[in-house]
């Protein structure tokens, strides 16, 4: 029997002369999360501990006439209850959002959404912090909410930012890509012009772990410690020393073992500077966790995004241009994590994988009475909602040109001389090879045979569908000269040491939250300076031990960070080279390196390995000229470009005419992320986003009702896929490097998740052909599925 302990936990092979895309190698981290030893927020336990619990507003919309504590405070083991008012006084009721706007740590004046953050209790334990919410009595005027942003904007409508000076109506931000002039001339010209509202419902990220913290000042020295469930530790410590005064290197912010984040843990949320202030005033430690209620209504939602697609072509189905028109529901504070200068992250991507002529979006977001949020659940900055978009209205396109949809888009590429290429709303794809991985998915699928099939049980009134989808990604923010958050450039720091026995430490400003950076971090450097990947360990998350840098999303570890680490690994084969050559008695010219040690030119048994110099470096004797002890190295990558991975899609569904239940038969993933570090994580990312995508497609969407009660506050009500609701998945690849990146990687966590709902989409829709169906929203649950086949349009 093979034991836990007795399975490799890294397969590399000291001979093996590729770390990098080496087989499957097994995750190092698994042992402690498969055996439950993984250590989250929520294990820690530090003495005299006390416990956090939030009020949350049961309405959407109201003003705060009263909040009276007193019966909370008279709870024997209630520590404290504060309230807006309490933070006013300290200046703390409010913070700034990663976009630049503020938002309430506890309301003051009045609730903009329910669930949102009223009070907080500190009690002796979590039940009695519970049960004192239970006594405070808060007296609420009900405000008309504003639910639907496509009313946000009329006159009569509630403003809901009143906080804001001279705010008299929910207008949140307007913003615009591409060139119009040249659109409309080129729309003009068109033979056919197809037109499609398309939504993409608001959807959650839902993590396995819900957010929360555990805070711990320490008055002595004025050190405040603050376990957090964030995927940014480094940028929250500086938000975190901006707004409480606190100096920064008074501030340690460690994200341990994560739950999964999803984008879930990329903002700051009102219950972590509770928990701060709440240590600050008792010289407490003090646990915050929220539960999964809370989490669903609260936190940072996905999407809602309300768009109008138009494309342009010729009537042989040369795709000429796109246009788009976006209503974008941005929830009451303006909470959305992106790059300063782009509020609409990387919608502008929206011309997708197509060689166009003119493209132009125009964009407006509104604030509505909704929890804050915008980016998240594996969207690379809003690209999933480019995607769709995208993807769905080529598919319109061929449903009225009467084309295969594989190859209306094989005659629409960027070819592959064209790259680099300057898409018209100004982003420089770096490298592809479209067609050709286009092609292998299809042959994958069996296209071909397949369209045959549909053809034979279409004639026999069954319904299966075949969906079509091509997705280009820009991640890896990004370049200092135009991405930054909150003012801080989107560059990371990374450091190495070998120790004298030529085992190293690699240190990350990244945070995995289960993509397996422990891993796949310690392959990168393995590759370039040859010591097992056993042999490196992996330190990140915590702002004391790590350089300073902007953290996980938007797929940038690899094409950011993975960068650092094979250029700081780099820098200590240079250094490890010279010590060589003083070592081996030749000139560093004469050195050839073959992974692991330096020879001799000519001579491959005078050799030195990595671990002979690491000693040298640390020991006693000589060095060269110039060379100080020891054998480390930091270095901070600013990237040149993102990096462009892309994918082809093909999904294979049944829909049951007399149930409208959608039963999703195959899935043909076949991604291309450049350099491929470690197959096997490569294959769970893609299998877990795949999984995303036919939730969001089936079951997944945050509903409100007029009120604007959620109605999705429980795993209950929220629906997520499990195994039962996928097919096994058919991945393949095709690899073209990105030719800026180090060692050409592209990002691929979020490939998945951004490129199969159109695929599902497309072929639900395609299914429903017969029925003379073009377009239907998502989620295409059988109520949905079955109201688009009586010919009754999606409800708002
Ligand atoms: N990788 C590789 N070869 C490549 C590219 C990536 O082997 N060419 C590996 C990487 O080394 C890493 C993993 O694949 O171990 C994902 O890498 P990357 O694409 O760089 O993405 P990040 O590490 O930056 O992860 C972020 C991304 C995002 S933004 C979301 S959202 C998401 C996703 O990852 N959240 C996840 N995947 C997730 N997977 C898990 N298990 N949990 C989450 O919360
Ligand atoms: Cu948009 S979710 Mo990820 O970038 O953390």
């Known amino acids: 029997m093979t034991t836990l302990d007795a399975r490799p936990v890294d397969k590399f092979d000291d001979n093996d002369q590729k770390p990098i895309g080496h087989g499957r190698m097994l995750r190092k981290e698994d042992p402690r999360f498969i055996r439950g030893l993984g250590k989250y927020c929520d294990d820690i336990q530090l003495p005299g501990m006390l416990h956090l619990a939030i009020l949350r507003s049961p309405v959407a919309h109201a003003r705060i006439v009263s909040v009276d504590i007193s019966a909370a405070q008279a709870h024997p083991k209630v520590k404290a209850v504060i309230t807006g008012a309490d933070l006013a006084e300290k200046g703390l009721a409010w913070m700034p959002t990663l976009s630049n706007d503020v938002q309430a740590v506890l309301a003051t004046d009045k609730v903009r959404f329910q669930g949102q953050e009223v009070a907080f209790v500190v009690a002796e334990d979590r039940y009695a912090a519970r049960d004192a919410l239970e006594l405070i009595d808060v007296d609420y005027d009900i405000l008309d909410p504003v639910v639907d942003a496509r009313t946000a904007l009329s006159p009569d409508a509630a403003v809901i930012r009143d906080d804001l000076e001279g705010k008299t109506d929910n207008h949140c931000f307007d913003w615009e890509t591409g060139d119009e002039a040249a659109t409309e001339a080129v729309f003009a010209k068109a033979d056919v012009v197809v037109k499609q509202d398309i939504v993409y419902p608001r959807v ?15 008055r002595v020295d004025g050190k405040l410690t603050l376990w957090t469930t964030s995927q940014a530790p480094h940028a929250h ?36 500077v509770c928990a701060i202030v709440a240590s600050l005033v008792l010289g407490k430690p003090v646990k915050w966790m929220e539960d999964r209620s809370e989490n669903l209504v609260s936190t940072g939602f996905a999407r809602d995004y309300i768009m109008q697609g138009e494309i342009a072509a010729t009537k042989d189905g040369k795709i000429l241009a796109i246009r788009t028109n976006v209503l974008a529901d941005h929830g009451a504070f303006n909470g959305t994590a992106a790059p300063v200068k782009y509020p609409a992250g990387f919608f502008g991507v929206f011309t997708g994988s197509y060689d166009l002529e003119a493209a132009y979006c125009k964009m407006t977001a509104v604030y509505t009475n909704k929890a804050p949020g915008g980016v998240a659940y594996a969207c690379s900055f809003r690209i999933t909602e480019a995607v769709y978009l995208v993807e769905r209205i080529v598919d319109c396109l061929a449903y009225e040109l009467e084309m295969d949809p594989a190859e209306l888009r094989l005659k629409n590429f960027i070819r592959p001389e064209q790259f680099p290429y300057k898409s018209k709303t100004g982003w420089v794809y770096d490298s592809g090879d479209y067609a050709t991985t286009m092609r292998l998915s299809m042959k994958m699928a069996g296209y071909d045979e397949l369209r045959r099939e549909q053809a034979e049980k279409r004639a026999r009134g069954e319904l299966m569908g075949i969906g079509v989808a091509f997705f280009t990604e820009a991640v890896g923010a990004g ?16 450091e190495l040491r070998v120790h004298p026995t030529g085992k190293a430490v690699v240190r990350l400003s990244v945070k995995t939250q289960g993509q397996g950076h422990e891993t796949t971090f310690a392959q990168i450097v393995a590759e370039e300076i040859g010591i097992p990947p056993a042999d490196i360990e992996v330190v990140h998350g915590d702002t004391d031990n790590t350089p300073f840098g902007l953290g996980t999303y938007g797929s940038r570890s690899t ?5 650092a680490a094979a250029l700081v690994a780099r820098k200590v084969r240079d250094k490890a080279r010279i010590i060589a050559s003083g070592m081996l008695e030749v000139s560093v010219a004469d050195l050839e390196w073959t992974k692991g040690s330096f020879h001799v030119k000519g001579d491959p048994t005078s050799a030195v390995t990595i671990q002979d110099i690491a000693m040298r470096a640390h020991g006693a004797g000589d060095l060269p000229d110039g060379i100080e002890g020891g054998l480390e190295a930091q270095i901070c990558y600013n990237p040149e470009n993102l990096t462009y991975p892309y994918g082809a899609y093909i999904c294979v569904v049944d829909v049951d005419p007399g149930t409208a239940q959608v039963k999703v038969r195959r899935f043909i993933a076949v991604d291309d992320c450049g350099t491929r570090i470690n197959p096997m994580i490569i294959e769970g990312q893609v299998h877990g986003g795949l999984t995303d995508g036919v939730g969001m497609a089936l079951m997944e969407m945050i509903a409100f009702d007029e009120e604007g009660n959620c109605l999705g506050g429980s795993l209950m009500d929220y629906l997520i896929p499990t195994a039962l609701e996928v097919p096994d998945w058919e991945t393949g690849f095709t690899v073209t490097p990105s030719p800026h990146h180090p060692i050409g990687a592209k990002g691929i966590g979020e490939s998945a998740t951004v490129g199969s709902p159109p695929a599902v989409v497309n072929a639900i829709v395609d299914a429903l052909k017969p029925y003379g169906i073009r377009h239907a929203d998502m989620p295409l649950t059988p109520s949905r599925v079955w109201d688009a086949m009586q010919g009754h349009p999606t409800p708002p």
């Open 479 to 494: 370049p200092r000269k135009d991405m930054d958050i909150l003012g801080l450039g989107m560059a990371d720091g990374c």
């Open 237 to 272: 410590r500086t938000v975190y020393a901006l707004v409480s005064g606190l100096p920064e290197h008074k501030i340690r912010v460690i994200a341990p073992d994560l739950g999964g984040g999803f984008g879930n843990k990329v903002p700051i949320y009102p219950g972590y």
């Open 204 to 218: 959650h990220p839902a993590p396995m772990e819900t957010c929360g913290c555990v805070a711990d000042y320490e």
């Open 559 to 563: 094409p950011v960070s993975g960068a």
